[in-house]
């Protein structure tokens, strides 16, 4: 019995099908996409088809993941610490990822060609007024990553209903700026093809609401962990990632503000 004990920290993960699957999964939503995109007859059913593949992939792999962590027991200091530095080597590898839409921006904005008028915003382009739903939607988003920093010291202090509390703020928050995004989307002034300012502000703002849902959604199953009592003072990393992930959206939010919708509006 004692050749089976485990002998170090670390946790061996037992074989499963979700890897393969998810990959198959993207695999169909990306070549589905593409034909969508191209008019062929049968990609909106492809895409359809991927994106329902993909979303059932990422349900029934986290499952496992918690229940290696609650029930089995398997996510210990080592393993925790390992978790920590795939976190923060995900939010580095988004950092980059909008370093890329900053870096369109300001080369178009720093010199704008003889094409775009020599100015910027181009010619013909009605910036949106920043201090108007942009300065509405910075208050909300900063108000929520103080909540979401509530509900942390809430759980690491033992308070599990304040903890609640705050997070249930935190979600309500995120679905004001969702809601008011879009309804600034609506009303905006130009589309995503006007020029080359259209096309980076909205890849640039559409992809950050993107990141908001994706983090709305991140901490909605932390609210739900936490009233099954998943959470305690010293495990609890599944929100801690949560909490992260949601003021690195809050950073670039303030980015975006201040060159696209400030500097890159007057």
Not at 149 to 156: E, G, R
Not at 188 to 210: E, I, R
Not at 213 to 223: D, P
């Amino acid at each position: 019995m004692s050749a089976n004990l485990q002998k170090h920290p670390f946790h061996l993960v037992d074989p499963s099908p979700w890897p393969i699957f998810a990959s198959l999964s993207a695999f169909v939503t990306t070549f589905s996409g593409v034909m969508f995109m191209h008019g062929f007859q049968g990609g909106n059913y492809g895409l359809t088809f991927g994106l329902i593949m993909l979303l059932y992939s990422m349900y029934v792999w986290w499952r496992d993941v918690i229940r290696e962590s609650t029930f089995e027991g398997h996510h210990t200091f080592a393993v925790q610490a390992g978790l920590r530095m795939g976190m923060l080597l995900f939010i580095v590898s988004e950092v980059m990822f909008f370093a890329a839409f900053f870096w369109a921006f300001f080369h178009s904005s720093l010199a704008p060609t003889i094409e775009l008028g020599a100015i910027w915003p181009p010619k013909g382009i009605e910036a949106i007024n920043p201090w108007d739903i942009p300065a509405f939607n910075t208050l909300v988003l900063l108000t929520s990553g103080a909540s979401v920093t509530w509900a942390h010291h809430a759980i690491l202090a033992g308070h599990r209903k304040s903890a609640i509390t705050a997070l249930i703020v935190t979600i309500i928050l995120a679905i004001i700026f969702t809601d008011t995004q879009i309804f600034e989307y609506i009303e905006a002034p130009f589309d995503m093809a006007d020029s080359v300012y259209g096309s980076t502000f909205y890849m640039a703002t559409g992809f950050h609401g993107f990141h908001v849902f994706v983090g709305t959604c991140f901490l909605v199953v932390c609210l739900v962990r936490l009233n099954q009592f998943h959470f305690t003072k010293n495990h609890h990393f599944g929100f801690e990632a949560a909490a992260w992930y949601w003021h690195f959206v809050d950073v670039v939010w303030l980015f975006l503000f201040v060159t696209m919708y400030w500097w890159g509006g007057v």
